[in-house]
């Protein structure tokens, strides 16, 4: 979804303390179920890795910023060379800053895994372009996080298609000294009055579609939205209409989480959607701001390793894998990035011993007001059939939203 610039990110001492944060094209699947395990569509037939061989020497990643370092970003923030001294893979990274692009990218079959968010992932299922990954395969897949396994956005039909890497929510942040009195609620941002007009900021994305649905689904129960993936006509058509008002407030859409911190410090932006990371950057250089998940809840994303399903260098692919979700060096990911750990035992590693509570890692009753992103399909998965808007309306709902 994004261009989700994501890391130079913090260095391991600054994490602040705070509330919480946070990665699509066409090849859609007939239909998909909103929510649980099974998607309710038969994938193309991929073969699955079924037993682990010697290494090949290298491995090709795509992956967003921040997930793959090797010292080069900053000395002290390197888990590449242990695990290239450890396999004997060399790592290759190429750093992408959309989700469109990371689809394209592992269409190319040069890559052998991806570090793919939830509205990119089923576009890679659907499209032949990842393999159903063997758990059975990444030991450490054993301490992920119950509720990040077998999910609509890493799994079809009860069968795994990733290896859950980290999660967060997206959040309302304001300026405390200008937003008074402090919001609870994401109507904030959509209030057509409001006093802040021109200084108000949103996530500049398709994606986004969501939010106002999360935000219609609390305040408009007539619509009967009750997934904010699933969008009939009438659903999504008041969804777009909501950002179109709102699209008067924005003074500018963002994509870069490095100007969102100073569009935060300098004013020029007092209230609207952040990541934690923004959050924690902007409060370290003294900024006034504050955020929380809003009393609607929010949307939230969760990230993925996939394999692909031309991978030259699959068992490399998979020591990987099973290297970057391992309680150490997921724990140096987290805090590198910002974001909550999939490994639970990554909580006992981390540098900053409150990062997990921070982070909400562990607190299901959070993430259970998250509504995670996830590829919108023209099945609704809900019994109301192929009568939901795809990503490809979405996409250009979005161009018609930001004029």
């Not at 099974?38 to 073969?47: A, C, D, R, Y």
């Not at 923004?278 to 003294?286: E, G, M, R, V």
């Not at 011993?353 to 919108?376: G, L, N």
Request: charged share 20%; glycine share 8%; proline share 6%.
């Amino acid at each position: 979804m994004r261009p989700r610039t994501r890391a130079r990110l913090l260095p391991l001492a600054l994490a602040v303390a705070m509330v919480v944060v946070a990665g699509c094209g066409s090849d859609e699947p007939s239909s998909s179920s909103g929510g649980g395990a099974s998607q309710g569509f038969t994938p193309p037939n991929v073969p699955m890795l079924q037993s682990l061989g010697a290494g090949e020497g290298k491995v090709n990643l795509v992956a967003w910023a921040g997930y793959v370092e090797d010292g080069s970003t900053d000395k002290t923030v390197d888990w590449v060379t242990p695990f290239e001294k450890e396999t004997g893979c060399q790592v290759n990274v190429k750093v992408a800053a959309t989700s469109d692009e990371m689809v394209q990218l592992m269409k190319s079959g040069q890559y052998d895994a991806v570090s793919a968010s939830g509205d990119a992932s089923l576009r890679l299922i659907a499209g032949g372009d990842v393999a159903p990954v063997n758990t059975d395969l990444v030991e450490n897949y054993a301490d992920v996080f119950d509720d990040l396994k077998l999910k609509p956005w890493n799994s079809v039909n009860g069968k795994a298609y990733g290896i859950p890497h980290g999660r967060g929510a997206n959040l309302l942040m304001w300026r405390t000294d200008v937003v008074k009195p402090a919001p609870d609620s994401w109507g904030v941002v959509f209030d057509p009055a409001s006093p802040y007009k021109g200084k108000v900021t949103a996530y500049d994305s398709p994606i986004y579609i969501a939010d106002a649905a999360l935000y219609l689904k609390a305040t408009k129960p007539e619509l009967g939205i009750t997934n904010p993936y699933e969008l009939d006509d009438k659903q999504f058509q008041a969804s777009v209409d909501l950002l179109k008002q709102q699209a008067g407030l924005v003074g500018e859409y963002w994509s870069d989480y490095a100007k969102a911190v100073q569009a935060f410090k300098s004013g020029s932006t007092v209230l609207g959607t952040t990541w934690q990371i923004i959050a924690n950057l902007a409060q370290a250089d003294k900024a006034p701001v504050k955020a929380i998940l809003p009393k609607e809840g929010s949307t939230g994303w969760s990230d993925t390793w996939m394999v692909s399903a031309k991978a030259a260098n699959p068992n490399c692919a998979y020591r990987w894998m099973n290297h970057v979700i391992s309680p150490k060096v997921n724990a140096q990911v987290a805090e590198w990035f910002g974001e909550a750990p999939a490994n639970r035992k990554a909580c006992q590693e981390t540098a900053d011993k409150q990062h997990c509570t921070i982070f909400h890692a562990a607190d299901e009753a959070y993430f259970a007001k998250v509504a995670w992103w996830t590829t919108p399909i023209t099945e609704c998965g809900d019994g109301r059939g192929r009568v939901c808007k795809d990503y490809s309306a979405w996409t250009t709902a979005w161009t018609e939203i930001k004029g």
